[in-house]
């Protein structure tokens, strides 16, 4: 029989979501020495997963020894971001019809901001941001409303890991300035990308609350028509689709 927890969990299987968890944490690479200190699990224990993980292909022991997040995760994962950004479609497809622009979902992924989700605006002049395209979270809406979801800290260990480019010359380049953004972007509870990614393109962008990893959805175009008058539209009309988008991942049991 499965070892259980008070909870009724299953409790080897919790251990294993700690330890890839911890692993996520670390920037997809730690040593065994560092997840001994994250984890109150005995030594014994993590080596008996790690080694199930590494047959399984969820995990790798590189040459210095370190575990690293293995190809495994990536069927796995692709096949979850497909699903979620399915779900968020038909919210995503209402934002264009009530805005006139672009709507995008993207998630946190290795550092980066990934689209996994797109409603694209009818007009020929749009922004052309394809699903399966990854950016730099500090120079684009959706990975400002990413970060901000974070840590000071988390956030400096991901620039430093992924870097800083300068798209344009509107882009945040220092982390202390990405850091003053940021705590602008919780007290209003939007970001805006204002020519950073792309010279013309402004975006909105707002965080999904509770979702199972750090999401933004966006709406974005040319700047012409995407100005104050559309800013007023665009916050509260943001705002209803990601708290459905919410109400969808987490169904009340």
Do not use: W
């Not at 989700?117 to 809406?141: C, D, I, L, N, Y």
């Amino acid at each position: 029989m499965a070892e259980r927890t008070a909870g009724s969990g299953v409790q080897s299987v919790e251990r294993v979501f700690e330890l890839l968890e911890l692993i996520t944490a670390a920037g997809g690479q730690v040593m065994l020495s560092e997840l001994a200190a994250s984890t109150e699990l005995p030594l014994p224990t993590i080596h008996r997963l790690l080694r199930t993980l590494v047959a399984k292909g969820y995990i790798r022991q590189l040459a210095n020894r370190r575990y690293a997040l293995g190809p495994g995760l990536i069927r796995l994962g692709t096949a979850a971001s497909k699903q979620l950004g399915a779900l968020a479609g038909a919210q995503l497809r209402a934002l264009v019809d009530q805005l006139g622009e672009t709507a995008n979902m993207a998630v946190l992924d290795a550092d980066m901001a990934l689209y996994i989700a797109q409603a694209p605006s009818k007009h020929s002049m749009r922004m052309f941001t394809e699903v399966g395209r990854r950016a730099h979270t500090h120079a684009t809406g959706v990975g400002k409303a990413i970060l901000a979801q974070l840590s000071d800290d988390a956030v400096r260990a991901i620039v430093a890991r992924a870097g800083m480019p300068t798209p344009t010359t509107m882009s945040i380049g220092s982390v202390n300035d990405l850091l003053a953004d940021l705590a602008r972007i919780r007290e209003r509870g939007y970001s805006i990308d204002d020519g950073e990614q792309e010279i013309g393109v402004r975006c909105f962008a707002m965080a999904v609350p509770d979702a199972p990893t750090p999401t933004a959805v966006s709406v974005s175009g040319p700047v012409s028509r995407v100005d104050d008058a559309f800013a007023e539209l665009a916050i509260p009309a943001l705002r209803a689709a990601v708290e459905s988008i919410s109400q969808d991942l987490n169904p009340v049991a």
